[in-house]
T-cell receptor
Framework: EAGVVQSPRYKIIEKKQPVAFWCNPI?????LYWYLQNLGQGPELLIR????????DSQLPKDRFSAERLKGVDSTLKIQPAELGDSAVYLC??????????FGPGTRLTVL | QKEVEQDPGPLSVPEGAIVSLNCTYS??????FMWYRQYSRKGPELLMY????GNKEDGRFTAQVDKSSKYISLFIRDSQPSDSATYLC???????????FGKGTRLSVIA
């Protein structure tokens, strides 16, 4: 069974540029999460989707971040414009019903 | 006070040692408790998943949950250099609610 797929794995951009991350969850997993992991910290939730619906996005900085999950499968997270403080690892995870969350490899973003 | 506290280490042990990792938490609503292992530049990998209090064993790994003390532990027996990684505790209220993570403990097992 394929795991959670994320791309790109690494991204380097100049500040004020836009950037997008893509995630494909484990097949059949209805819940998808985007987490942010800063260096030396545990992941922190940005947004959670139940199928197509964003049910928990209180930690998403909506002035510059947006996300979508069309058709309830894969998802895209966008930052526009990026700031220096956005440099971090962006992790996608998915789960079915029991709450066991499985993570992808992450996208490491560097903003210069 | 953060919801989940975890000593970041680093922790260095000789090969074959028993490793004890732990976390404390403050939210009594947490029902699900997990341990993830994260290698450098990789995503977190689910190691152990426990519901409510009690022990769970899987090979060299044992997870313990003491809800009365709000304390969870992960024991690694016969530690190997390949166990060198950051170990993250995580907990949730139930279902597919978001997990709250500790900072992670960095472990090095020296051959």
């Amino acid at each position: 069974e394929a795991g959670v797929v994320q791309s790109p794995r690494y991204k380097i951009i100049e500040k004020k540029q836009p950037v997008a991350f893509w995630c494909n969850p484990i097949s059949g997993h209805n819940t998808l999460y985007w987490y942010l992991q800063n260096l030396g910290q545990g992941p922190e939730l940005l947004i959670r989707y139940e199928n197509e619906e964003a049910v928990d996005d209180s930690q998403l900085p909506k002035d510059r971040f947006s996300a979508e999950r069309l058709k309830g499968v894969d998802s895209t997270l966008k930052i526009q414009p990026a700031e220096l403080g956005d440099s971090a690892v962006y992790l996608c995870a998915s789960s079915l019903d029991k709450g066991e969350q499985f993570f992808g490899p992450g996208t490491r973003l560097t903003v210069l | 006070q953060k919801e989940v506290e975890q000593d970041p280490g680093p922790l260095s042990v000789p090969e074959g040692a028993i490793v004890s990792l732990n976390c404390t938490y403050s939210n009594s609503a947490f029902q699900y408790f997990m341990w993830y292992r994260q290698y450098s530049r990789k995503g977190p990998e689910l190691l152990m998943y426990t519901y409510s209090s009690g022990n769970k064993e899987d090979g060299r790994f044992t997870a313990q949950v003491d809800k009365s003390s709000k304390y969870i532990s992960l024991f690694i027996r016969d530690s190997q250099p390949s166990d060198s990684a950051t170990y993250l505790c995580a907990m949730g209220r139930g279902g597919n609610t978001p997990l709250v993570f500790g900072k992670g403990t960095r472990l090095s097992v020296i051959a």
